[in-house]
């Protein structure tokens, strides 16, 4: 089996705290993998040391076999990384369509044309995109008034508009309302898997975490202590003991729904 | 030797007035977040309250009364003018903040005019303090060496103050996050009146004691408002102890420069502003603001390129105005020239403000450079005018190259600081260096070619560029480079996660204005026939500014319309009254008050208005909600 992205030995410590402490795991290609773990366990660290934005002070992070600890986030993401943040980062003078057609440009390196109205560019892929994450509606909306659901189904759609291998996703249903979580996350999945992109995401939602990820990973003060399936690392009493309570939320709901 | 120690102690005493108007200025912003271009004013008003009451009325306080009083009755007026002006436009940009407050300035240049008159006063010597010991065989008189006591003695008065009262806490605690305090139950507005309160009788009370030094002036304001930027620059924007340290420090750079460097005194304090700021962004004892608004240009009504409606409009609006030579006086094409000049200066900001999110105080260096590069050619080249045409846009580019590199590395007030600054150093050159550049007298006889040398040739000349220009940026704006531009100043993180330099793009934002900057300064100079150091200076800068904001800086072009309204304005009010300043001041505070979108946002809105969208979200209520959510996610990256 190939390696998508390879993580060896990450550490980065903030004046004296260990934020990660000697984090190594790989991700293989059309996998969904799930970053779990308290609060301040290093997980926004972790994805902030892959995707470019903070620089580790030790370890390496390869991306189908080569390096990119110390590339900016802009050439990370040329070499096939896309990202959604914990909080939106939309263009909010700009309309939905506007958005993903800014990302095409960058894409197809036409940032640097002075001529011809950019509005019309790439008008196909980016309603393609639109269409994908279902947002084929609002294309014409000012981003600055849409609901915070369909900013983050506009944030897939940007952070899918390179054509990434690699897809990083920090809380991506945070503060969504439950249905829409589901939505989402069914929609990620459908799509890595039909075009066999990896994904690697944190999520404290644990429906979501556990219905949609094909292994887990736990991560608490800065060391990962699991990675397993869902039901391993769910079953784990360390992981319970640090994170999970005793587990009977999960269950109760689970039972529910799946009678239901 | 000795001269150098006594220059120092010199530098120390001009210190400590430095250091009360920054502590001010700094305490003010830490708090408010305004930066308070009217400091300079109520330093101005503090010294000549101070004159009357000393001079005028003295024995009824007494020397040091009449100081104290003075300083209390300009923090009265400044309280006022908080709960009066400010308090409407806490939550609006802070370009309008600064530009109500610019407006504050012009009208009380005025009005101390009219209360004080033109002339130079001489204020009366401190009782106790009026004569001079000997060191080393030079003078140094006893005041300076009060002052110097007192500099300390207001930073050691302002830590207790800070630190041991309950008032103090609550303003430090504001200072960190003022919406958590007003959540603990403080009553904000009456902590944002005492603050600005306390900043403004600091800023009258370094006026007040400046009276047995120097002269009192009626431009004394513009001066200290300078030097008062430079100094909370170095020392970090909202930093008390890092406005004295560098209160120090340019004070002494100053007194010390005139005796190493006597020609380029004036750049030095301006070169070591630019190295703080480049090793250390945020001022010696600065931190890294927090969940500060994006930027001015944050707009929620996407930009479309003009409709087949609008571009007929506009080509029979230009028509029209090049129908105008056919009917119009000589006066009136001048007039009509110089506005088109204006238009293109201000189109040349507005690109970098609007379109690029960055905010210059010190646009009027690649105006002047233009001016001066096309003067340059004239005079040493012998070049006829269409060649110095070119050349000093050329010298806006590469003035635009060389402060570019800088000013990408910063971002918000700190980017418009070094404009400032880098604006400021090219001031200081052109004034200083008289064998290249006539210094005060300036480069004469700069004529047209004689194809334009009729003002109704000019006219069509300066039109047609102008037009070109205009249409050229607002094509930009729509361009893929113009999307890449909008992304880096509605969100840096997200530009930097799909692949855009920021630094690159925004820096070639820069080279786009200078160049067009160049151009309209180019063109003044043959308008005028002549070019002077005042075509650097700040008021250029600062009318770019007014032009920009009255257009509206949420449109794609503004400025147009800002340019030709504000300048006919200024230029009409000058041949209608004398107190224009005054006028002109009042309707920019009640622009800013009324209207602060600008003329064009304001048509703009009333063009769109609508029933709110069915869930309830309308344009307004997404807007608060956008920008908030924009300065939450900055803080918490």
């Known amino acids: 089996m190939t390696t998508l992205l390879d993580v060896k030995g990450l550490v980065k410590s903030y004046s004296g705290v260990h934020a990660v402490r000697d984090v190594s795991f790989a991700v293989r290609p059309g996998e969904i993998l799930a970053l779990i773990g308290p609060n301040g366990a290093g997980k926004s660290t972790c994805f902030n040391m892959l995707n470019g934005q903070i620089r580790p002070d030790a370890g390496s992070i390869k991306l189908a076999g080569e390096e990119v600890v110390g590339l900016p986030p802009r050439t990370v993401w040329r070499r096939g990384v896309g990202r959604t943040f914990q909080i939106t980062a939309t263009f909010s003078s700009m309309t939905v369509r506007e958005n993903v057609q800014v990302a095409l440009l960058s894409f197809h390196r036409r940032l640097w ?104 990973m736990v991560l608490n003060r800065g060391q990962l202590v699991a990675r397993g399936t869902p039901q391993q690392v769910r079953s784990d009493p360390h992981v319970q003991a640090i ?3 005793d587990g009977l939320l999960y269950d109760a709901k689970h039972r529910k729904e799946t009678v239901q | 030797m000795e001269l150098i120690l006594v220059q120092a102690l010199s530098g120390l005493a001009s210190a400590a007035s430095l250091f009360l108007v920054a502590s001010g200025l700094s305490i003010i912003f830490g708090v408010t977040r305004i930066v308070n271009f009217a400091h300079g004013a109520f330093y101005m008003l503090g010294a000549y309250v101070a004159f009357t009451l000393t001079d005028r009325f003295s024995g009824a306080l007494g020397f040091w009364g009449g100081l104290v009083a003075a300083s209390l009755i300009v923090a009265l007026l400044g309280a006022l003018m908080e709960m009066v002006l400010l308090r409407r436009i806490y939550h609006a940009p802070e370009l309008f903040q600064l530009l109500a407050t610019f407006g504050v300035t012009l009208m009380v240049q005025d009005i101390v005019v009219l209360i004080w008159g033109a002339d130079d006063l001489m204020g009366p010597r401190a009782p106790g303090f009026t004569g001079a010991f000997s060191l080393f065989g030079r003078l140094v008189p006893t005041y300076d060496l009060l002052l110097i006591v007192l ?184 007039v009509g020239s110089e506005i088109l000049v204006f238009v293109l200066f201000a189109a040349s900001l507005h690109f970098m403000m609007t379109v690029g999110g960055l905010a210059s105080f010190g646009h009027a260096a690649f105006f002047g450079l233009g001016a001066y590069g096309a003067a340059f050619a004239v005079k040493f080249l012998g070049a006829p005018m269409e060649v110095a045409l070119l050349v000093g846009p050329l010298f806006g580019l590469i003035g635009a190259v060389v402060s570019g590199w800088f000013c990408v590395r910063l971002s918000g007030v700190y980017f418009a600081m070094l404009t400032l600054a880098f604006a400021q150093i090219i001031w200081s050159i052109a004034f200083q260096w008289v064998e290249v550049t006539g210094g005060d007298n300036g480069i004469l006889g700069i004529w047209p070619s004689a194809w334009a040398s009729s003002p109704r040739g000019f006219f069509w000349l300066t039109l047609g560029v102008s037009v070109v220009g205009v249409a050229l940026l607002r094509m930009l704006v729509f361009s893929p480079y113009g999307f890449g531009l909008r992304a880096t100043r509605d969100n840096t993180l997200r530009s930097d996660a799909i692949g855009i330099d920021r630094k690159s793009v925004q820096w070639a934002a820069l080279l786009v204005a200078g160049t067009f900057a160049g151009v309209a300064g180019a063109l003044f100079a043959f308008l005028k026939g002549s070019v002077f150091p005042e075509s650097l200076a700040i008021p250029i800068s600062v009318d770019g500014l007014v032009m920009v904001l009255l257009g509206g800086i949420e449109t794609v072009s503004g400025a147009v319309v800002g340019a030709i309204v504000y300048k006919a304005l200024a230029i009409w009010l000058m041949s209608q009254t004398d107190l224009s300043k005054l006028v002109l001041g009042a309707i920019i505070v009640l622009l800013v008050v009324a209207a602060p979108k600008g003329i064009v946002g304001f048509i703009e ?14 344009p307004e209520a997404a807007g608060k909600s956008g920008t908030v959510g924009i300065a939450k996610m900055e803080a918490a990256e």
């Open chain 1, 113 to 216: 044309s002075l001529f011809g109205y950019a509005g019309k560019s790439y008008l196909d892929e980016a309603n393609e995109l639109l269409t994908l994450v279902g947002m084929q509606e609002q294309a014409e909306r000012p981003c600055g008034e849409l609901a915070y659901g369909d900013l983050k189904r506009l944030e897939l759609a940007v952070a899918l508009a390179n054509q990434p291998r690699l897809l990083l996703m920090d809380e991506p249903t945070a503060g969504m309302a439950p249905k829409e979580r589901v939505e989402l996350m069914r929609l990620t999945a459908g799509i890595a898997r039909r075009k066999d992109i990896g994904v690697l995401f944190t999520e404290h939602d644990m429906d979501v975490v556990f219905e949609h990820a094909d292994e887990v």
């Open chain 1, 243 to 245: 994170y999970l309570g």
């Open chain 2, 151 to 334: 500099g300390p003695a207001v930073l050691g008065a302002l830590w207790l103050l800070f630190h041991r009262t309950r008032w103090g806490v609550l303003v430090r605690a504001a200072t960190q996050d003022r919406d958590m305090v007003a959540c603990l139950g403080v009553n904000q507005k009456w902590l944002f009146t005492s603050v600005f309160a306390l900043g403004v009788f600091l800023a009258a009370l370094g006026g007040a004691l400046q009276i047995p030094r120097t002269t009192v002036t009626h431009y004394m304001d513009l001066s200290i408002i300078v030097e008062v930027f430079v100094v909370v620059v170095i020392g970090g924007l909202g930093s008390v102890t890092g406005a004295f340290i560098a209160a120090v420090l340019v004070s002494e750079l100053n007194a010390l420069g005139i005796l190493v460097l006597p020609k380029i005194s004036l750049i030095a304090v301006f070169l070591v502003m630019a190295v703080v700021l480049v090793v250390r962004p945020y001022g010696l004892l600065g931190k890294a603001e927090r969940g500060v608004r994006a930027s001015a240009g944050i707009s929620f009504r996407p930009w479309k390129p003009m409709s087949q409606w609008e571009r007929i409009g506009a080509a029979v609006l230009v028509a029209s105005a090049a129908l105008l030579p056919l009917f119009a006086g000589n006066y009136l094409l001048s």
């Open chain 2, 605 to 618: 809105d009333w063009r769109h208005r609508r029933p709110p969208a069915p869930n309830g979200t309308g």
